[in-house]
């Protein structure tokens, strides 16, 4: 079995499937961790990007809760991984409010309305009682568990390290083509040589291949900042916030007490020049909303950075076989979710590699249709 990625969806997939017993090459073009992980605010939500009322208009209720138990799943069991090996990542047990983007509630009520006919663990909040709580004057908030925080670089070099202690291999080189045949894969590399491998399972990042062309999937920048340590000014309880409206901004805490806050993102500024040059006016934009997000908080930045990312029209990752390509398999937890989708993906995909199968599969197809 050949992984291409050595970021965090590529480290759970490897920490999976060498649990299954198999034999596990790793190979990326950086080190380990670096591209998109290491700029990943790494909140670790099982809310689904499209709220549970626009995925059930979409795909019909049935499907939209299956959706977003697997995602609650995902998120529990990554937090017992975690627990269960002792991986040092800093990874902390979190509350996520997702609050009202405006003057009504009306769309949180019948977000969490939703919510609690399919049992997924949530609380609405009105304005009194979120004010009363964490202090945020908004009109409604859902509050829910299950949701963690964690340093995703850190988190990803402790799965490849137990992945390399069952006997996986992590190589350093730079995939550039691919072919699929009845009986393998064959993965063309950069320096003129060439593995080949029984299976491939593509956990590239935002780096896709040419031979993935999904119809749901579209690329678009974001920015984040991370303030200086602030351990005496953070918010009650330090939940993970996030709000009701399609492009929104998410903030978090860190162990050190800082607040790292993101958002601004952009489907217009996807090269890297655009992107560097609208990072001023960026930055600026973050630091205004954290003030009016969170009076108390102080906006002297430390850090920020922006990069390239993708999502998908509805929300939901690209996880299967890659069509015309059976023995090559895709791992694409696109979104806010993911490194959350990244351990459903590992679950998927051994479950694939098992003989069995998921209606999942079928919900995250590479090839669905686009929907809007």
């Not at 990943?40 to 549970?52: F, Q, V």
């Not at 006919?117 to 009105?126: E, F, Q, T, V």
Request: aromatic content about 6%; overall charge negative.
């Amino acid at each position: 079995m050949l992984i291409v990625g050595a970021g965090i969806t590529g480290a759970l997939v490897a920490e999976r499937l060498t649990r299954q017993g198999r034999q596990v090459v790793v190979i990326d073009r950086e080190l380990p961790s670096l591209g998109s992980t290491v700029a990943s605010t790494a909140m670790l939500l099982w809310e689904i990007d499209r709220p549970l009322v626009e995925l059930s208009q979409l795909y019909g209720f049935e499907k939209a809760v299956r959706c977003y138990r697997a995602s609650h799943a995902a998120t529990r069991g990554l937090m017992s991984l975690v627990a269960h090996h002792g991986i040092a990542c800093e990874m902390r047990q979190r509350l996520s409010l997702y609050l009202a983007a405006d003057d009504s509630p009306r769309l949180v009520e019948n977000e969490h309305a939703l919510r609690a006919r399919a049992d997924l663990p949530s609380n609405l909040l009105d304005y009194a009682g979120l004010l009363r709580r964490f202090a945020i004057g908004r009109a409604a908030a859902i509050l829910s568990s299950d949701a963690a925080d964690a340093d995703p670089v850190r988190l990803t070099r402790g799965l490849l390290n137990i992945s390399i202690r069952r006997g996986a291999r992590l190589l350093k080189a730079d995939a550039i083509a691919f072919d699929s045949t009845a009986s393998g894969a064959t993965v063309g590399l950069e320096d003129g040589l060439s593995i080949e491998a029984r299976e491939v399972v593509l956990a590239t990042g935002y780096v896709m291949p040419d031979i993935v062309r999904p119809k749901a999937q579209r690329p678009a920048s974001s920015w984040a900042i991370a303030t200086l340590p602030q351990p005496h000014r953070l918010w009650p309880e330090q939940a993970l916030i996030w709000e009701a409206t399609q492009n929104y901004h998410y903030a978090r805490t860190t162990v050190d007490g800082r607040i790292i806050l993101g958002g601004e993102d952009d489907d217009a500024l996807v090269q890297p020049d655009a992107r560097e040059a609208a990072t001023p006016e960026k930055v600026r934009a973050l630091k205004t909303y954290l003030k009016a997000l969170w009076p108390e908080a102080s906006n002297d930045v430390a850090f920020h950075w922006s990069g390239a990312f993708d999502t998908t029209s509805d929300g939901l990752p690209l996880i299967g076989r890659v069509p015309q390509c059976s023995n090559i398999l895709a791992a694409f937890g696109y979104g806010g979710n993911g490194i959350t989708f990244s351990f459903l993906a590992a679950e998927l995909i051994a479950t694939l590699l098992s003989g069995a199968t998921s209606p999942l599969l079928d919900d995250f197809a590479i090839d669905r249709d686009i929907v809007e």
